[in-house]
């Protein structure tokens, strides 16, 4: 029945601006009026009753449905759980796999919900919070399964670039030949990484939609560790969009890239490794390692005419520097920066990045490629006889005084081979984060974007920049005595800290270094050489590879401010280093053959703690390049009214005079932190 149905004939005849309520108004009767009424009730109850029925009959079916999308959610979820695990287990077919079955179930989801999620006409606008979180649930579960399937896509086809790189080398190598670019492969995988973290950052948009209630208890576990892999995937693609360009750069895609590799022989210390005796230039180009050339340092050295003086800690050995002693500092940059200078005074090369390993990182790789064998010497070398052969063959002059490294030009690409040939490049990655972590690995470039590559990896060897109210110790250690005495030496390093009622912090650091040759070390050493064929180990030999008085000179790096208070060596000296912006103790130590020698040190920071209520005390101890067998006590004694209520790391204990001590080696960059308060 329509409402002219119901009005009088003559109402139609009424103007055209007339409105129908006037109409009613004016020209019904009563008994018609009353009529209309009823109707017009009847109607407007009738499409209540009808409103309040199909809103909750959809209500009674979003709970319903939103458990219905809970329990299917939860298999999806669960193959985005196992599809993370393959992830992070590098089985990214397996991954992709499941990543692809997880988005046909939020695909299947979505297609039985597609009617109650479809926008709304402005007359039936139902903004129920169950159905909103199931939209976003079902919408971050698409998103996040299809970013995991696309870059599981990518990690399975970049896994094997690595080793692609090392065959295509190897036949490069072998064939002497160009080859097709192998960095192509590589930047074809960016796009796909893009889309991937497009598809992350919409996941996580709706996650945040999703409140805590909604997720059934049964599913918030594998929810939970579905946004933490969310997060961990988000990280992986922001660090390989950031890398892959750098990693390009590195291959020599756009144009050649040369290296400056610095090999320092870590028995005889010095800032950023050990005493540089040889160096290499390598060149990449589209991925391909198209020069590799091995020097003699000294070499290098003899076509520097100009005389430039030498910092104080080399005085002692040389007083005019040389592009051998160019690491004079702990702080990497400001090292390879230096020898990168010194190649170009010597007249060598421009390079664009500079490499320092030490024996002890070739001893890893040998460890990988296994022994090596060359035809000047009888055995193999490996990685238990490497340094102690080349040593004796290259300080015996066996090649001859005009060349007695000559040994290393013929070891160095057998090596090369063996490691394109036989080496699984995924092996090589723990082994490269070990060797930058225990400072046996460093990298330098003067492109800034490659600098922060290196950085961002650990390997820009850098010496700490501080926090507020930071404590810091770096030992750095510059061999004088032209041996490699320092393979036997063990280093115990007692740093003392004495908490003040006041809040003023007073530190102490007594450094033992102590030498461990004995006669069994003589016995060892003349079975080894004798194994090679070597009969003769004269005197002289001998004190060369470690058999004689350890002579040092040492840099105690502390915080800025520091001021000494006392030390056990009266020729000890306070000074600043301006490039690195921290206080230093300068001195020598030399510690005889069988014998040991201690100093000890007491200084006060330049800071106060503010213990009313608490405050944090933290310290960062930065590992000594190079150095192995050092043994680290970190003690804590506090003022009689200084109460402990934390600390880092939990291996800590407290003895029974409340003092906090901390007791192991130092084979990395280590901190420490305590919460101290009256």
């Given at each position: 029945?329509?409402?002219?149905?119901?009005?009088?004939?003559?109402?139609?005849?009424?103007?055209a601006?007339?409105?129908v309520?006037?109409?009613?108004?004016?020209?019904?009767?009563p008994?018609?009026?009353?009529?209309?009424?009823e109707?017009?009730?009847?109607?407007?109850?009738?499409?209540?009753?009808l409103?309040?029925?199909?809103?909750?009959?959809?209500?009674?079916?979003?709970?319903?449905?939103?458990?219905?999308?809970?329990?299917?959610?939860?298999?999806?979820?669960?193959?985005?759980?196992?599809?993370?695990?393959?992830?992070?287990?590098?089985?990214?077919?397996?991954?992709?796999?499941?990543?692809?079955?997880?988005?046909?179930?939020?695909?299947?989801?979505?297609?039985?919900?597609?009617?109650?999620?479809?926008?709304?006409?402005?007359?039936?606008?139902?903004?129920?919070?169950?159905?909103?979180?199931?939209?976003?649930?079902?919408?971050?579960?698409?998103?996040?399964?299809?970013?995991g399937?696309?870059?599981?896509d990518?990690?399975?086809?970049?896994?094997?670039?690595?080793?692609?790189?090392?065959?295509?080398?190897?036949?490069?190598?072998?064939?002497?030949?160009?080859?097709?670019?192998?960095?192509?492969?590589?930047?074809?995988?960016?796009?796909?990484?893009?889309l991937?973290?497009?598809?992350?950052?919409?996941?996580?948009?709706?996650?945040?939609?999703?409140?805590?209630?909604?997720?059934?208890?049964?599913?918030?576990?594998?929810?939970?560790?579905?946004?933490?892999?969310?997060?961990?995937?988000?990280?992986?693609?922001?660090s390989?969009?950031?890398?892959?360009?750098?990693?390009?750069?590195?291959?020599?895609?756009?144009?050649?890239?040369?290296?400056?590799?610095?090999?320092?022989?870590?028995?005889?210390?010095?800032?950023?490794?050990?005493?540089?005796?040889?160096?290499?230039?390598?060149?990449?180009?589209?991925?391909?390692?198209?020069?590799?050339?091995?020097?003699?340092?000294?070499?290098?050295?003899?076509?520097?005419?100009?005389?430039?003086?030498?910092p104080?800690?080399?005085?002692?050995?040389?007083?005019?520097?040389?592009?051998?002693?160019?690491?004079?500092?702990?702080h990497?940059?400001?090292?390879?920066?230096?020898?990168?200078?010194?190649?170009?005074k010597?007249?060598?090369?421009?390079?664009?990045?500079?490499?320092?390993?030490?024996?002890?990182?070739?001893?890893?790789?040998?460890?990988?490629?296994?022994?090596?064998?060359?035809?000047?010497?009888?055995?193999?070398?490996?990685?238990?006889?490497?340094?102690?052969?080349?040593?004796?063959?290259?300080?015996?002059?066996?090649?001859?005084?005009?060349d007695?490294k000559?040994?290393?030009?013929?070891?160095?690409?057998?090596?090369?081979?063996?490691?394109?040939?036989?080496?699984?490049?995924?092996a090589?990655?723990?082994?490269?984060?070990?060797?930058?972590?225990?400072?046996?690995?460093?990298?330098?470039?003067?492109?800034?974007?490659?600098?922060?590559?290196?950085r961002?990896?650990?390997?820009?060897?850098?010496?700490?920049?501080?926090?507020?109210k930071?404590?810091?110790?770096?030992?750095?250690?510059?061999?004088?005595?032209?041996?490699?005495?320092?393979?036997?030496?063990?280093?115990?390093?007692?740093?003392?800290?004495?908490?003040k009622?006041?809040?003023?912090?007073?530190?102490?650091?007594?450094?033992?270094?102590?030498?461990i040759?004995?006669?069994?070390?003589?016995?060892?050493?003349?079975?080894l050489?004798?194994?090679?064929?070597?009969?003769?180990?004269?005197?002289?030999?001998?004190?060369?590879?470690?058999?004689?008085?350890?002579?040092?000179?040492?840099?105690?790096?502390?915080?800025?401010?520091?001021?000494?208070?006392?030390?056990?060596?009266?020729?000890?000296?306070?000074?600043?280093?301006?490039?690195?912006?921290?206080?230093?103790?300068?001195?020598?130590?030399?510690v005889?053959?069988n014998?040991?020698?201690?100093?000890?040190?007491?200084?006060?920071?330049?800071?106060?703690?503010?213990?009313?209520?608490?405050?944090?005390?933290?310290?960062?101890?930065?590992k000594?390049?190079?150095?192995?067998?050092?043994?680290?006590?970190?003690?804590?004694?506090?003022?009689?009214?200084?109460?402990?209520?934390?600390?880092?790391?939990?291996?800590?204990?407290?003895?029974?005079?409340?003092?906090?001590?901390?007791?192991?080696?130092?084979?990395?960059?280590?901190?420490?932190?305590?919460?101290?308060?009256?």
């Open positions: 029945m329509l409402i002219r149905d119901i009005l009088p004939p003559q109402s139609h005849k009424k103007t601006d007339k409105t309520s006037i109409v009613i108004q004016e020209k019904t009767n008994k018609q009026l009353k009529r209309f009424r109707i017009s009730f009847v109607l407007l109850f009738a499409c209540a009753i409103g309040i029925f199909t809103f909750f009959q959809l209500k009674n079916k979003g709970l319903r449905l939103s458990r219905g999308i809970a329990e299917a959610a939860s298999a999806g979820f669960e193959k985005i759980v196992n599809g993370a695990v393959a992830l992070k287990d590098s089985r990214f077919e397996n991954a992709k796999n499941l990543f692809q079955q997880a988005s046909g179930a939020f695909q299947n989801i979505q297609n039985q919900t597609a009617w109650l999620f479809a926008p709304k006409t402005p007359a039936l606008t139902l903004e129920d919070p169950l159905l909103n979180a199931g939209r976003s649930l079902i919408a971050a579960g698409n998103y996040l399964s299809a970013a399937a696309i870059f599981s990518a990690a399975s086809r970049l896994q094997f670039l690595p080793k692609n790189i090392f065959e295509a080398n190897n036949r490069s190598i072998a064939y002497s030949q160009p080859l097709p670019s192998l960095t192509e492969k590589l930047k074809k995988e960016l796009p796909a990484l893009l991937a973290k497009e598809n992350l950052q919409k996941a996580n948009s709706e996650i945040q939609k999703i409140p805590d209630s909604f997720v059934p208890l049964k599913l918030r576990e594998k929810f939970r560790f579905a946004k933490d892999s969310l997060a961990l995937i988000t990280d992986i693609i922001g390989l969009k950031a890398d892959i360009p750098a990693i390009l750069k590195l291959l020599g895609d756009d144009e050649p890239h040369t290296y400056l590799v610095l090999l320092q022989n870590n028995a005889e210390l010095r800032p950023s490794g050990g005493f540089i005796g040889n160096y290499m230039i390598v060149e990449t180009n589209d991925g391909y390692i198209t020069k590799t050339q091995v020097f003699d340092i000294y070499s290098a050295d003899h076509q520097l005419a100009e005389a430039i003086p030498s104080p800690e080399i005085q002692p050995a040389n007083p005019r520097w040389f592009m051998r002693d160019s690491n004079y500092s702990g990497f940059p400001l090292s390879a920066a230096k020898a990168a200078w010194f190649l170009e010597e007249k060598g090369p421009g390079v664009d990045s500079v490499i320092a390993i030490d024996q002890t990182f070739i001893e890893e790789l040998l460890k990988i490629t296994g022994p090596i064998k060359i035809p000047e010497l009888a055995l193999p070398l490996s990685s238990e006889n490497f340094s102690t052969v080349i040593s004796y063959v290259v300080e015996s002059k066996l090649s001859g005084r005009e007695p000559a040994i290393l030009k013929s070891f160095m690409p057998a090596f090369e081979k063996a490691l394109f040939q036989y080496t699984d490049p995924a090589l990655v723990p082994l490269l984060k070990n060797a930058a972590q225990s400072k046996h690995l460093f990298a330098y470039s003067k492109d800034a974007d490659l600098e922060d590559f290196w961002r990896h650990g390997i820009a060897g850098e010496m700490k920049p501080l926090e507020p930071e404590d810091f110790l770096n030992i750095v250690h510059t061999s004088i005595g032209g041996n490699k005495s320092d393979a036997f030496i063990a280093e115990t390093i007692i740093h003392d800290t004495y908490l009622s006041d809040g003023g912090v007073v530190d102490e650091l007594t450094l033992t270094r102590t030498h040759w004995t006669d069994e070390t003589t016995k060892r050493l003349k079975t050489i004798a194994g090679f064929g070597f009969t003769e180990l004269p005197q002289k030999i001998l004190a060369i590879l470690g058999r004689a008085e350890n002579m040092h000179a040492m840099r105690i790096y502390v915080p800025a401010g520091a001021v000494l208070e006392d030390s056990s060596d009266p020729l000890l000296e306070q000074k600043f280093d301006e490039e690195t912006g921290k206080t230093y103790f300068s001195v020598r130590m030399n005889p053959l014998g040991s020698k201690t100093i000890t040190v007491r200084y006060r920071l330049p800071f106060k703690l503010n213990l009313d209520p608490v405050d944090k005390y933290s310290l960062i101890v930065q000594q390049a190079g150095q192995e067998n050092i043994a680290l006590q970190k003690r804590i004694f506090p003022d009689s009214r200084v109460l402990n209520y934390k600390y880092f790391p939990e291996t800590g204990n407290f003895d029974l005079d409340g003092v906090l001590s901390f007791e192991m080696p130092l084979l990395k960059d280590l901190s420490f932190s305590s919460v101290w308060g009256k």
